[in-house]
């Protein structure tokens, strides 16, 4: 039956294809095809494919597939089908026979086993081989849950591809994976059937015409950009969501994931990457795109619990109480409203705030992307005087207007007092420059408005670009993880955290609004006694914590608050050294675990008395400074590149000599100790910061180490039991001639060694940590409560 209609669509005269051959077929398989996602977006937007490419020279089958047996789901999906519409613009005479060829290429397949899988791909084959047709590839698209992943794309890759010379593309959508964690399991899990190429993970917001027109419009204003397209300019960037409806009816999903992970890990971050990154020389090179989005994204600044401001509409507990059956009493910390302040360590784009904000039951239903600009101007003439446009004393923006809100249409704005932008003129045009309509408190007349000839779902944009192949419209494994490596420690810091009650609505006032404060955000109002939530704090805040750890001090606390005491303690340790003897001589630790402090310190601790420290390392790994694995180039990544550090108080420690690493008869470790003695008095530092491995090393001191547990202060090569394997690290003695040695200890990884040296003596042979014993300064221990308690 299907091959007849084929055959027919082929054929029919009304729809000529190019000159030459046909291109092939190509089957599209919808997996979740009586869904809502099918029902409002996915079927349309595969018919709007149909109708754009129905003379390109492909020929089309489209099989929708569910758990449902056939006659039911066949009802459901037809159901759906008779409703497609055409474009305002669409002849009615060919949309109606586009509309029915739709309809007769479409067949809905029950596939809930792997016969079911086998049997589709043999019927495509089948068809095929009746029309004498090529086979030019397959799209699945999966509009099911991410739990159904795994064993659906297990079916497909055994039975279900297409032939060799075939393409086969997979299209996945969010969301993927719940935290850093969960993504990286789900991504290995697929990748062990689909290759990357294969892979399309949607993010439905780069399918925005706002958002897919931020990168062309940068490429065709480049030369009007790029001399302010920088921190000099900018003043700051704003990717905004706000929305009126609240989450009921969806409350079993935001219990799980909330604002941050439904919205700003994904759609906002995606539009702020397309504004920041490096504009690659051809921006329809899709590989160069998706490596530069993956460079923008690395150069990010860690997130930390003062990063953001959270809260929670009213209603919303009760809600899930109700959707959810909980208990009277249960109280959910779960965000509905986000404001979140980042920054970036690019040389562009240094300082400049980057503002993210979503939440429910806000004021207004609106999207945008807004870069505003620094104004240099003073006008003398009065306001009322101005040229109303052109005035220089206006502010300076670049808007891109998803959508809704008082324009209620995508577009992109430009300030006239900026520049008149380039624009293609086949898919954009200018609108009316209305003056009773305003957009951040200025009339619509103060810019260069333009719109879309033609406006365009979303999943219709995403659909063509699957169609064509365009990965840069997509989010590949290896931007995915570093998009959840960036947001996971930020979703774990506040996980305990209260978010504000806010009545919802117009009545919210000002309760939401938030300021940049110390390096992070805060609330510019103090939250109503009203609006207090019944439990100010978790159970889990209370902890009955001894204050000795190994007959020697012991701050703990949760991780980010234990990293705010350190640094504070290391401030005035610093401060204390100075106002003392001039100078303050530091030794610092490598590794993951001070990352968080490094880059506490560069950002909040603006009293520190850098000119007056000299920067010193505990251990470094035998690589060149610039690989990736050096403990110098992350410390000069997160700290040292953002404080004013003479260059000449920097000490790194020289494991390249001679074009060798580490090699015994270059002298490297002697030349560092005498360059301690010489600098240091009594080779004694002010402050030494360690950390503790899971098998109990500091240091680069290892168990049943050869060298350094014991002896003369001084430096010392090693080699570690994991890769790599040489190292140069300061001596035992050497770390216990310290006036103060602090050691952190952070996470549940740590729980097993902490417990273990709580109960040991000193046995540094077995574990070099327990050997640290400063013979006439003092030893503390930093240990957050994940390490302390488990």
């Known amino acids: 039956m299907l091959g007849r209609i084929l055959c027919t669509v082929l054929f029919v005269g009304a729809f000529p294809s190019p000159a030459g051959a046909s291109q092939g077929h190509i089957s599209v398989v919808l997996l979740g095809a009586t869904g809502d996602l099918a029902k409002k977006y996915l079927w349309q937007g595969l018919f709007q494919l149909y109708m754009d490419q129905v003379s390109s020279g492909h020929s089309f089958t489209f099989h929708g597939a569910a758990l449902a047996a056939l006659e039911p789901g066949q009802r459901l999906m037809f159901d759906v089908l008779k409703k497609l519409s055409c474009p305002p613009d669409e002849a009615p005479n060919r949309c109606a026979v586009l509309k029915d060829q739709f309809l007769k290429l479409s067949q809905y397949h029950q596939l809930k086993t792997a016969e079911n899988y086998t049997a589709l791909s043999r019927e495509i084959e089948t068809l095929l081989h009746q029309e004498g047709l090529k086979e030019a590839g397959r799209i699945f698209y999966f509009s099911v849950p991410p739990f159904a992943y795994t064993e659906i794309a297990r079916h497909i890759n055994s039975s279900c591809r297409p032939p060799a010379g075939a393409w086969l593309r997979v299209v996945l959508e969010k969301p993927f994976g719940h935290d850093l964690e969960s993504a990286q399991q789900l991504a290995a899990e697929l990748a062990g059937f689909f290759r990357e190429e294969e892979m399309y993970r949607v993010d439905h917001y780069l399918g925005k015409q706002a958002v897919a027109h931020i990168l062309p419009f940068r490429d065709q204003n480049r030369q009007l950009l790029d001399p302010i397209w920088n921190r000099h300019h900018v003043e700051r960037v704003e990717v905004v969501l706000k929305e009126t409806v609240d989450a009921k009816g969806r409350t079993s999903f935001y219990e799980q994931y909330g604002v941050i992970r439904d919205v700003l890990q994904n759609h906002l971050t995606e539009a702020l990457i397309f504004l920041i990154m490096e504009l690659p020389a051809n921006v329809s090179s899709a590989r160069d795109v998706v490596q530069h989005k993956l460079q923008a994204l690395q150069s990010l600044w860690g997130l930390e619990r003062s990063s953001a401001v959270l809260g929670q509409y009213q209603a919303y507990n009760s809600q899930v109480q109700e959707e959810l059956q909980e208990e009277q009493g249960y109280v959910s910390t779960t965000p509905t409203f986000a404001g979140v302040l980042i920054r970036s360590d690019s040389l562009r784009w240094e300082g400049v705030p980057f503002l993210l904000t979503s939440g429910k039951a806000l004021d207004e239903r609106v999207g945008y992307a807004r870069v505003l600009f620094k104004n240099r101007a003073y006008c003398t003439q009065s306001g009322t005087l101005r040229d109303s446009g052109h005035s220089q004393c206006k502010p300076k923006q670049i808007i891109f207007y998803f959508g809704h809100g008082a324009l209620n249409t995508p577009a992109v704005l430009v300030s006239r007092n900026l520049f008149q932008p380039v624009m293609p003129k086949h898919s954009w045009k200018e609108a009316e420059a209305r003056s009773d309509l305003h957009i951040f408190g200025q009339p619509l007349s103060d810019f260069y408005t333009y719109s879309p000839v033609k406006e365009r779902d979303a999943y219709s944009v995403l659909i063509s670009n699957i169609y064509h192949g365009r990965k840069d419209f997509f989010i590949t494994t290896e931007n995915l993880l570093a998009s959840w490596a960036f947001w996971t420690p930020l979703l774990d810091s506040t996980s305990r955290q209260s978010p504000r009650l806010y009545p919802g609505g117009v009545e919210n006032q000002q309760l939401l609004d938030f300021e940049m ?61 100075v106002a003392r003897c001039g100078q303050f001589h530091l030794a610092l630790s490598g590794g993951s675990s001070p990352t968080g402090l490094f880059q506490r310190l560069a950002r909040h601790h603006l009293g520190f008395p850098w000119r007056h420290t000299h920067v010193w390392l505990v251990d470094e790994r035998c690589v060149p400074l610039t ?10 990544r997160h700290l040292l590149q953002h404080v004013r550090l003479p260059y000449f108080n920097i000490h790194p420690m020289p494991v390249h000599l001679n074009r060798r690493l580490c090699v015994e008869e270059d002298g490297g470790a002697e030349l560092y100790a005498k360059d301690i003695v010489a600098l240091v008095a009594n080779a004694s530092f002010d402050l030494v910061l360690l950390g503790v491995g899971t098998d109990g090393h500091t240091a680069s001191l290892f168990p049943r180490s050869e060298n350094g547990l014991e002896g003369a202060p001084t430096v010392v090569l090693t080699e570690s039991p994991v890769k790599p394997h040489q190292r140069m690290s300061l001596s035992l003695p050497l770390i216990n001639r310290a006036r103060q040695v602090f050691v952190l200890v952070l996470g549940k990884g740590k729980h097993d060694i902490t417990t273990l040296l709580s109960r040991v003596g000193r046995e540094p042979r077995k574990w070099p940590i327990s050997g640290v014993s400063p013979s006439s300064g003092q030893l503390v221990w930093y240990v957050d409560y994940e390490a302390l308690l488990g």
């Open 627 to 636: 690989d990736g694995e050096s403990n110098f180039l992350g410390l000069h």
């Open 517 to 577: 404060v110390g390096g992070g955000v805060a609330f510019t109002l103090a939250e109503p006694a009203q609006l207090l939530t019944p439990s100010g704090q978790m159970p889990s805040d209370f902890r009955a914590i001894q204050s000795k750890f190994r007959h020697s001090p012991l701050v703990s606390a949760w991780a980010e608050d234990l990293i705010s005491q350190l640094a504070s303690d290391m401030e005035e340790a610093a401060v204390r050294s």
